[in-house]
């Protein structure tokens, strides 16, 4: 089970920190990924690490912006945004997957609920 938390409302250029924590057992060849989904929109990769040797990909909409770690507490997924813009408004999910390739949503089998993040300008 996934559980993410860290949303909330910032202006334009501030720096959020949003949390994945997962429950259970974390097994090795595991990928946490961050999605994100703005209304009327669809669902769009922001950035995937391995756990086993903290690879990470980074999709063209955040990079040099944002930034994945994972770390304390065991099992924690650290999504960093900084010099936030309002089109990075959007409901963020993190997900996990043993899939190699995990640079898209069909392949992640568990899901968090999601958490908000509203940018204002």
């Known amino acids: 089970q996934l559980q993410e938390s860290g949303g909330g409302l910032v202006q334009a250029g501030d720096s959020l920190r949003l949390s994945c924590t997962a429950s259970g057992r974390t097994y090795s060849g595991t990928a946490v990924g961050w999605f994100r989904q703005a209304p009327g929109k669809e669902r769009e990769f922001i950035a995937t690490i391995r756990l086993e040797n903290g690879n990470t990909w980074y999709g063209d909409s955040v990079k040099g912006r944002f930034t994945l770690a994972s770390g304390s507490p065991k099992n924690t997924v650290y999504l960093q945004m900084n010099s936030v813009a309002p089109e990075d408004t959007a409901v963020y999910y993190c997900?996990?997957?043993?899939?190699?390739?995990?640079?898209?949503?069909?392949?992640?089998?568990?899901w968090g609920q999601g958490t908000q993040v509203t940018v204002s300008s």
């Open positions: 997900a996990a997957t043993h899939a190699l390739q995990a640079l898209t949503p069909s392949v992640y089998n568990y």
